[in-house]
Structures are given as C-alpha cells and as structure tokens.
C-alpha cells in the first residue's frame, strides 16, 4: 500500500479512535468529510458528537458536511506529519476545503492527540542495508541474527563481510550472534524509547554467541529515523569531550625493584614481616597488621596451589584504544609454594588450560623469553602436570 | 573510641534524582539542586550552615578538587570547606566526619555533600588506577570477582546459592520499584529467578549482569546539627548513636586458604559489643547496607549480623529481609537499583534516616522504625558501619 | 635477604601514562552562553536580584544567596576593560597561545564580574589596567569558550 513519508493514508484513520480526547471535544457538534486522491487516498466521513467519535469509510465523494477536505495523498499525510507546511499547501491549492475552515484548524487539534507514525520492527531491519556504514566495518566479519517474536516481527541474518552488508530473510544457522526479543522491545530500542543496558539486564533481550558481536551493531549502522520522524527542534545541550593525559614516573623503591629483579630471574620475592612472620607478595614494605617495617625479602613459589577460580566473560574495553581482551580469560588466586596461607597472589591461567582448572591444583609459571624486569615478564600459569 | 562530646542529629536530607541521562545539569548545577533539597528538607538556610564537607571519587569527573568548583552552587562560599575521598565509602565517611565535627563542638551545624557524575568520566578507567601502578594495574579487570558467588555455591550448594542470590536480587528490585528516586527498576518477579539465574549474561563466573549494580549520576547531601540546634530547628532529628571505620590496605588477596575476619565482621562485632548489641536480628528494625552486587548483598548480611552458617539464607527464603520481615533490608533497593558512587555510601543512612522519621516514601516499613543500621562499601573490602536512632534513650543503658 | 632502605640499587623508575577519556556538560545554562558566543557573537550574562549584580560567565543559582538566576538573563556589552593580566612566559601543549601572551581579566560593560580571556593585537609590554578591549569571535567554532578569540584593543 502507498505510503509517504512511511505512513498510509489510512494508518490516519485507523488510529483516529485511539486518538481521539473526549475532553476536548465537548460541545462540540460537527462532521467533516476526507476526499483523498491518488495511490492510497479514499473517502471517510469523521462525526464528532456529544464528546464521542464516529470514523466512517465511504464509498464515494463525500460532501455535505460541516467542513469537507479535499487534497491528494501525499500532501494529506505531509501536512498530517508536519513535514509539509499547512499554510503552503493551502496557498498552492494542494489542500482545498469546503465549509468552515475553523473546524479543521480550532477543533482539530483539541479534539485529537497528533499522529505520530508506527514503525515495524519489519521496516527497520529491512532498511539495514542501506544503513550500513562500510567505513566501520573494515576486518569485521560477523553475522548477526535477529529473532523477532511476535506482530511485525519475524526472523533474519544480517552478513557483514568485506565490507558490504547483505540482509537474508532467514535465521541462519551459524550466526555470530544471535539476539532474540518481541518485535516492540526491537522497535522500541531502535527509537530510543528503551535503553539497551535496561533491556538486556531486565532479560527481555537475549543474546546467544558472541555478546562482542552485538555490541559492534550500533556502530555499523546509522541510526533508524523514520520516514515521518518531524525534525524536533530540542534544546542543543553541549559537552565537551577530551582525553588528558599525564605522562607519570613511578619510583618502585628498593621492594618493588628487587620484585622486578626476581621475575628476570624467574623467582618471586616476597617480603616478611619480622613480628608475625607472614609474607607479604607482591613485597611491601610495611606489614599493615603488625604496622612495622619488614626489611627481609624470601623468595616464595615459583609454583603455587589455586585457591579460587575467576573465569571472566566480560572484559571492559581499554580506555584509550577501545580495545578488549579476549574473553573468557581465567584469573587464578592461589597460595604460592612457602608463602602464608592467608595472603593470595593473583594471576591469569594459559588460555589452553580453562576448562581443566580446579581450586585445589597445582599450577606453575610462565615466562616471556625475553625478560627486561617487568610485568610483562611473567605472562601466565599454567596447570603443573 | 572516645566519649561523645555532645549528640548529633540529621535535620536535613536532599536527593537529587538518580539518572544516567544528565546532560542539561553541570555538575555544579547538580550538587546546587541537592543542596536546595536539603536545605528546603531541613528548613533553614545558607547562613545557618557552620561547614560544608565534600566528597566524590575524584579521577571520575576528572576534576582536580572538584569542591572548589562545586562551591559555586555548594553554597560553601565564605565558609569552612573539607574534602574527604575514600573511595567508595566517601559518602558513609562524610556522614561520620560531620557527626564527628559537630560533636566535637567546633561547629554546630554541618551540611555534607556527596556526589557523582559518572555520565561525564570514565569509571572503569578510574577504578583501574586505583590499583597500584607499578603492579596491579596490568591486571585488574575493575571491579568485578565472581569470588563470593564461587566460595557460597561451595558452602551451600550451587543450586541453592543462585537461587538465593537471584532471590535477593529480585527483592531489591521490587523495593526499587517503590522508591520514586531509583534509577534502575526492572519490574521483576520471583517467577523469573530459574529464568534469569540460567540466562543473564556472565560477566565472571556466576556473577552475572543482573546482580551487578549500575553507575547512576546524582547527589546526596545531609545536613547535622548539635543536639541544642537540632531540637529548636527541626522536628524529629535523626540521632547518630556511633560509627565505625574499617579499611585495609589497597591490596586484593585476602582469598588464600585461611580467610582474615572480614571488615564487614570486625567492624559488627566492634560496633554492636561497644554499644551492647546482642542480637543485631532482634535489636534493628532496617538495615540499610551498600551491596554492590547481590551475592555480595547477601554474603555480607552474614558478616554483618554476625550469623552463622547459612542463618542468612534462611532469613531470606523465610522473608524476614522483605519490608514486612523481621528485618528489612534496603527498602531503597540498595545499591543496585542506585549507584552515585560518591553519594551511595551517603545514601545508606540517608535513606534509614528517613525511614525513622517515617518519610521515606512509598518503600516506609510499616512499623515503627527505632533503630537502623547503615553500612558504606570501597575499595578492596572497606567497611564504615553507622547506627541510628530515633530517640535519645541509649545512653541510659 | 635483607634489604637496606638506604641502598638504591635496587630502585627502578617506570613511566606510565594516565589519560582517561572524559566528557564535561555545560548543562543548560551554559549551553546557552556558549551557543550566544557561537552563533550570535553576544556575550550574556544573569543578573542577581537579591545581590544586586551581574554575573557572566552566566550560572543557575547564585552562589552566595541561592537565589534563581537563569530567567534573568541580560544582553552585555562586547567591550570592556582589563581589570588584571598576566604575562604566561612558558610553553606547554594545553595552553591556547605560544609564549609570550597576555592572559587579562576583562569586566565587559553591564557586567560585575571580570573573566579572563587572552588579548591579542598589542605588544605584551604595552598591556595595562585600565585598557578598553573589544571581543573578537572565532571563525571555526569548537562550542567552547573559546568561540570567543580574544579581545583586542579597541
């Protein structure tokens, strides 16, 4: 069916009852006949008495009313939306009216909430391709599922590779990712109505496969507007965005320095406290219990027994280059060997390790080959069998 | 801990809302609505105000001493100013720094302020270089542990840990959605937990995206008065009974295999003996605690009620933490429905407070509320525990 | 072993970087001035009832009375006087001119306070107390203060 500016003439009507305000319609008598031409356009007959409302569809010419709209299509629905100016229209002969004028422009307006167009979830994903930001998507290659429940949803796949952007109708098996919600949550999203962090947490969008994946969509994508989307006129609000950035020199001291030595060693050293004996690692110089200086190093490990498993799925980007590790990553706390038992030391496990590690084992070090004393020397643990 | 020199009472309390949209306010501008607030809440004016006390995580707004550039709508102009930074108890902190300035007399009203605007910084950047530079930097992940959730799923079994976990975590919810200032509420119910325990997005291991609490931006600021000037400007003061301050070094390696007590549990086991508290479970009547996560909401409510075994988990499934339980706990929605990280520690006993004064809100508990407890959270396990009091009768006992 | 504090041998310096992306908003008001320097070349400012002054740069609440300040907005003169100045003798990459410039206080007709702003168009030895000095706008606009150059004699 023709539509302009994304909607139909006849979305107008159909929505006139759930639009209509009994209050401002009070004392208010009248009928006003819609004599819409070309694609799309009609006859209807609209009859507002005693604060309720009758929409009529006609099959011919209207006339004999208190007001009778005469206009084609696309100059109806402009005028409707905002997007064509009321003023011109009439000016130019676009819109013609018989009878009182007064009633289209006075009565009108109380007597109805503005249309404002329904966009489908359809609408949205079909216009993805042209969407698309090619610029964006250099190295990326994913396909994105969308499983939309419900009316005006449906099922589709989303490719993007080499930098082009295809849309099929289908839910693919092997999709990157794969996000599932009802049509409206869809629909709601794409119009800022709804915030995506609020849906996800609140369950009412799912997300199977690489969550990394969904997040890419917003910047491979400009943003849906509709079609009737009037240009709001909002306040302009300004911010400023920056990036400061201080350049820092830490001194290590004589502990930390001798750490750092270690690792170019293999060895861990750590420090320990003169009153309690417990050892301290990475070594500080001061044991906060006993609140006195520890001026002996030990040397602890190099291999140790996990304590607790931290199997991490969500990485946060890095500030200045927006990148992300690779997840899942596993940090391991663990006791290293000849350390006290209630100090943990904390690091991350060999990738190729993740599915066999349990508290309780035993792990050992894993060293860069080339070691310049500093934490990049030490790269993981791993399971010590 | 020393003799109290004088009482205090809060006589004011302001909230701004709590939102992640608040491009139209300056943070100046924010930090002036909360304390119109409260000044309109308690009733008086700029000029009654001795001292103004100041705290947010600095490096979020990346504002070097942000409360000088707050003083123009702090109102802290021709007065004596403080800054506290502590991390994430700053706001608990400010409550216990104003209590203790009044009390001592050098001033006898004193207006705290606790803010944050996380909208116009970067969080996980500045929670990141908390750590220390030469080490832990490199590896932290901000601050996310699945820690707690793996060590109750040991003790009580992994079925009946998320479920109470996911349990709690709906009650909050349910309180957000009666506090007109929350920012997150969902709308959840308790027929979602098998749902939502299975299906919520891991974030590190079994702490998952809806346990974890949010980033909110707004302020919180409170205003003290000696107990001669609480009496004559306001109705029903607020008393501040004691509080207690537990940090620990900024290290995280207390998970080796024999645990030290807790912050949580030294800094109730130190408070409640000190002021004769026997059964923590019996004695209050809201409990207000800073629970950044559900799992840690309800392993700490162990700590700090001193329980044993799973006495906690039982309190939950019978209810007893629900506003109609024996124990209410958060009616706010705690931490996880509202997070401005330099107010949420003030939030605590903003909102016990205003429950025994009886204005919270749609979240009221029902019955009489004498005695709360409010606790604040930061850093690698930090506690600061307040107790509250409506009237003035302890200090018989 | 033992260590000896006194021994450095064992110190070590790391360099390290803190830079954090970040975002200040104007809020409305400031929106607002902004937007006059940018588009309209004006430069507004609030008036305080209650104290009985001007204030600009323009903010929500006065901060000395509380009072309501953001529907009394005044028009204020593009011209004014240098009330104090400096002269920035050194160079660093977040500073808007290179060395030597004059960094002055100006108080713009109609307006109570002063705010600084750099002046261009004389030498640095020749600036004074008491100078008149016009604003000039920025032609490429970066919704900043500095949508307002500088000022120059007039």
Not at chain 1, 279 to 299: G, S, W
């Amino acid at each position: 069916m023709a539509q302009y500016f994304g909607t139909a003439v006849e979305d107008i009507f159909n929505t006139m009852g759930e639009r209509f305000l009994p209050e401002g319609a009070q004392d208010v008598n009248v009928t006003i006949g819609y004599n819409i031409s070309g694609d799309g356009g009609g006859h209807w007959k609209v009859t507002i008495q005693e604060g309720t409302l009758k929409v009529e569809t006609m099959d011919g010419e209207v006339a004999d009313c208190t007001a009778v709209l005469h206009a084609n299509a696309e100059t109806f629905v402009g005028v409707t939306l905002g997007r064509i100016d009321a003023g011109e229209a009439f000016s130019s002969g676009n819109i013609k009216v018989d009878g009182d004028l007064t009633v289209l422009i006075a009565i009108l307006p109380k007597a109805f909430r503005p249309f404002k167009p329904v966009v489908k979830a359809s609408t949205i994903v079909e216009s993805v391709e042209e969407r698309f930001r090619p610029e964006k998507a250099e190295g990326v290659d994913v396909k994105i599922g969308y499983d939309l429940s419900g009316e005006g949803g449906g099922q589709w796949t989303v490719v993007v590779k080499d930098q082009t952007c295809t849309l099929k109708d289908v839910l693919d098996d092997d999709c990157t990712v794969v996000m599932r919600m009802e049509a409206q949550v869809f629909v709601d999203l794409n119009q800022g109505k709804l915030d995506g962090a609020t849906a996800f947490t609140s369950g009412q969008v799912k997300v199977d496969g690489d969550i990394g994946a969904a997040g890419q969509t917003t910047s491979l994508f400009r943003k849906y507007v509709s079609e009737g989307a009037a240009e709001e006129k909002g306040e302009e609000l300004i911010s400023l965005k920056c990036l400061p950035s201080i350049n820092q020199r830490y001194a290590t001291g004589p502990m930390m320095g001798k750490w750092f030595d270690g690792l170019k060693e293999k060895k861990f050293y750590a420090a320990k406290c003169p009153e309690c004996g417990r050892t301290l690692v990475p070594p500080r110089e001061i044991c906060a219990q006993c609140r006195v200086r520890c001026n002996e190093l030990v040397e602890v490990g190099p291999e140790g027994t996990v304590t607790i498993v931290d199997v991490v799925y969500y990485a946060s980007p890095d500030p200045l280059t927006g990148k992300i590790r690779e997840t899942p990553y596993t940090a391991l706390f663990m006791i290293l060997d000849g350390a006290s038992n209630d100090e943990s030391f904390a690091h991350d496990l060999n990738p190729k390790d993740i599915d066999r590690i349990k508290s309780g084992m035993k792990v050992r070090p894993v060293w860069a080959d080339d070691r310049k004393g500093n934490y990049k020397d030490l790269l993981y643990f791993e399971i010590a069998d | 801990m020393g003799k109290r020199n004088r009482n205090v009472g809060i006589i004011g309390i302001g909230q701004t809302e709590y939102s992640s949209h608040k491009e139209h306010q300056n943070q100046v501008e924010m930090v002036n609505e909360g304390v119109r607030y409260a000044l309109e809440d308690a009733g008086i004016t700029l000029d009654d105000i001795d001292c103004v006390i100041h705290g947010n995580m600095e490096l979020f707004e990346m504002v070097h001493q942000p409360d000088l550039w707050h003083s123009l709508g702090s109102g802290a102009y021709g007065k004596e100013q403080l800054r506290i930074t502590t991390g994430g108890t700053t706001g608990a902190s400010l409550v216990c720094a104003a209590d203790n300035l009044v009390a001592s007399g050098m001033y006898d009203v004193v207006m705290a302020i606790g803010l944050e605007k996380l909208q116009e910084g970067h969080t996980t950047g500045g929670i990141t270089n908390m750590a220390d530079p030469l080490w832990f930097r490199h590896l932290q992940t901000g601050a996310l542990t699945a820690t707690t959730a793996t060590m109750m799923m040991e003790e009580f079994g992994e079925e009946r840990a998320k479920r109470a976990a996911m349990k709690y975590r709906i009650m909050m919810d349910k309180h957000a959605c009666l506090n007109p200032r929350a920012h997150r509420r969902f709308g959840l119910d308790y027929d979602q937990i098998d749902d939502l325990m299975n299906t919520s997005p891991q974030l590190v291991g079994e702490l998952r995206l809806i346990h974890m609490c949010s980033q909110s931006d707004g302020a919180c600021v409170m205003i003290f008065a000696s107990e001669e000037k609480a009496k004559k400007l306001c109705k029903n003061p607020v008393w501040i009974r004691d509080h207690i301050t537990v940090h620990r070094e900024e290290t995280f390696n207390n998970f080796g295999i024999e645990m030290p007590e807790m912050t949580h549990h030294y800094a109730a086991r130190k408070l409640f003996e000190r002021n004769g508290v026997t059964n923590p479970v019996e004695y209050f009547d809201v409990f207000e605690m800073y629970d950044p996560s559900a799992w840690w909401g309800l392993d700490w409510a162990r700590e700090f009620l001193l329980l044993k075994g799973d006495e906690h988990i039982r309190l939950l499934e019978d209810g007893e933490f629900d506003l109609d339980g024996k124990l209410p706990i958060n009616p706010s929605g705690g931490v996880t429905a509202s997070n401005p990280i330099g107010a949420t520690a003030m939030l605590r006993p903003a909102e016990a407070a205003m429950q025994i004064r009886g204005d919270a809100g749609p979240q009221q508990i029902k019955k009489e509320v004498r005695h709360a407890l409010a606790s604040g959270f930061g850093g690698t396990l930090w506690t600061v525990l307040i107790m509250l009091e409506k009237d003035l009768d302890w200090q018989e006992v | 072993m033992k260590i000896s504090y006194e021994d450095t041998k064992d110190c070590k310096v790391i360099t390290g970087k803190m830079a954090l992306p970040n975002q200040y908003f104007a809020g409305r008001v400031g929106s607002k001035f902004i937007i006059a320097l940018r588009d309209e070349h004006k430069i507004l400012g609030v008036r305080c009832e209650n104290c009985d002054k001007v204030l600009v740069p323009p903010r929500e609440y006065c901060e000395k009375c509380l009072s309501k300040l953001d529907e009394s907005w005044i028009e204020l003169s593009n011209e004014g006087t240098i009330t104090n100045y400096t002269i920035v003798n050194y160079n660093d990459r977040h500073l808007p001119r290179r060395a030597p410039y004059i960094l002055a206080m100006i108080q713009v007709d109609g307006a109570d306070t002063p705010f600084p702003h750099i002046v261009e168009g004389i030498d640095v030895e020749d600036v004074k107390v008491g100078m008149r000095v016009k604003a000039v706008f920025a032609g490429e606009t970066t919704n900043t203060i500095r949508d307002l150059d500088h000022f120059e004699p007039v």
